[in-house]
């Protein structure tokens, strides 16, 4: 067996088909990476008679002088499971590494570790690889831990939907979740799909502690569109709706409380009475909801005659997988739920174009109500999501000298940049 260079489409050839595709794996994430200041190489493995058993991307960045540091996102696409094949790759692309001046390659393969149950509980005699940890630490590569919140390159948790039927998706959701998506639908927020024009708009309601430049994401709609697996999304308050529905709302529970005073009034039982009395009190709640609702979609009107965007977020769908990329939300308008309506129109569409899996992104593995992160768990959980919990990151160590030191630097850098933080 030996390590070979590949053509781009050599590899998405052999990519595309492979179990653990991911668009992570593919020339098309290489592309934008090459235009974000990374180096990138296709690697394959074949057999003496030249069939292709195993392949990754690459990115490679200088680090000291002609030394590198390399990645492969979302690890080397190869059967895990065949540790035998794993080894005889390892060994081959330390010799490869070695050779281009790379001082470590990292990976984090999207492997199952533990299988859980929606709570997060290990599930009784479900899938575990703490054989394939202990055989890659054997082989050379240092494990980075199994972290509990966000500290690796991709998420090690991550919340995911899986759809079999399409048509009974909404059944599915948690109540809360089910009474957010139609109270945003009630105070008229509608979902649009954005075009190469509204990139700077989607940017404005990222993160920016987080995010990257805005040339990236530009980068990002331009390549990731040209091959149709990228679309991003808008939610809209259209006050006009609002006001509409709010006034619907309100005209009706009128007539009705107006019905339910009249039968109070009629009604000799005792019991009988008490239950209509009980209805009236929750038809006044609501009432008051109604006002209140019809009042501020006026002021919004004004405000906003023509609407505004108040949420965003971006898609990539690969294969049978939607990913939700990134995203945000105006705070001032949290309590309009637009993130609850804009995931549910995005799974909505499509499931019914036939994708079977919905990834929601990171998560933490706390899952105690004092973790700060509980309202994101909540939220992403919510559309009858489950947990998938990773063997984490590793370092293929090749310059053992050059990379414990560089370790140390950054340790004292931490060090530095904290106690210069708390003077």
Do not use: C
């Amino acid at each position: 067996m030996k390590i070979i260079e590949l053509s781009k489409k050599q590899f998405d050839d052999f990519s595309f088909n492979h179990k653990l595709a991911s668009f992570y794996q593919s020339s098309f994430y290489g592309d934008l990476m090459a235009k974000n200041g990374f180096s990138t190489v296709y690697l394959g493995l074949v057999t003496n008679e030249e069939t292709l058993i195993a392949a990754t991307l690459i990115l490679t960045q200088k680090k000291f002088w002609h030394f590198k540091s390399a990645y492969s996102p979302r690890g080397f696409l190869i059967d895990y499971t065949d540790l035998e094949l794993l080894d005889i790759f390892t060994d081959l692309l330390k010799k490869y590494l070695e050779k281009n001046k790379i001082i470590y390659l990292r990976i984090d393969p999207p492997i199952i570790n533990i299988e859980r149950t929606k709570n997060g509980k290990e599930l009784v005699g479900g899938l575990n690889n703490e054989k394939l940890v202990k055989f890659m630490k054997k082989i050379g590569y240092e494990h980075k831990g199994f972290n509990s919140f966000f500290e690796t390159i991709k998420p090690r948790w991550n919340v995911v939907t899986k759809i079999d039927s399409p048509q009974n998706l909404f059944a599915f959701l948690s109540k809360e979740t089910k009474n957010k998506i139609r109270k945003a639908y009630k105070k008229g927020i509608t979902i649009y799909k954005g075009n190469q024009n509204d990139i700077k708009l989607f940017y404005n309601f990222l993160d920016k502690k987080m995010a990257k430049k805005l040339s990236y994401y530009m980068d990002q709609y331009e390549i990731f569109s040209k091959n149709n697996i990228y679309d991003l999304f808008f939610a809209k308050l259209n006050p006009t709706i609002y006001m509409k529905t709010s006034k619907e709302l309100f005209e009706r529970e009128s007539k009705r409380n107006n019905k339910l005073n009249n039968m109070i009034q009629e009604s000799h039982k005792p019991k009988k009475r008490d239950e209509l009395i009980n209805k009236k009190m929750n038809s006044d709640k609501l009432l008051d909801i109604y006002k209140s609702d019809l009042i501020n979609s006026n002021k919004l009107y004004v405000s906003y005659p023509n609407g505004v965007v108040i949420a965003a977020a971006s898609v990539i769908k690969f294969k049978e997988t939607i990913t939700f990329s990134e995203g945000g939300y105006d705070n001032n308008f949290k309590h309009f739920a637009p993130n609850h309506l804009l995931k549910w129109a995005v799974m909505n569409e499509y499931a019914k174009k036939g994708y079977r899996k919905i990834n929601h992104g990171a998560i933490t593995g706390d899952f105690s109500f004092d973790n700060p992160y509980y309202g994101l768990h909540q939220f992403k959980m919510g559309f009858d999501g489950e947990i998938e919990e990773f063997i984490g990151e590793f370092d293929l160590v090749i310059n053992k000298s050059i990379y414990h030191t560089n370790r140390q630097i950054k340790f004292i850098k931490n060090i530095l940049e904290f106690k210069k933080a708390v003077k």
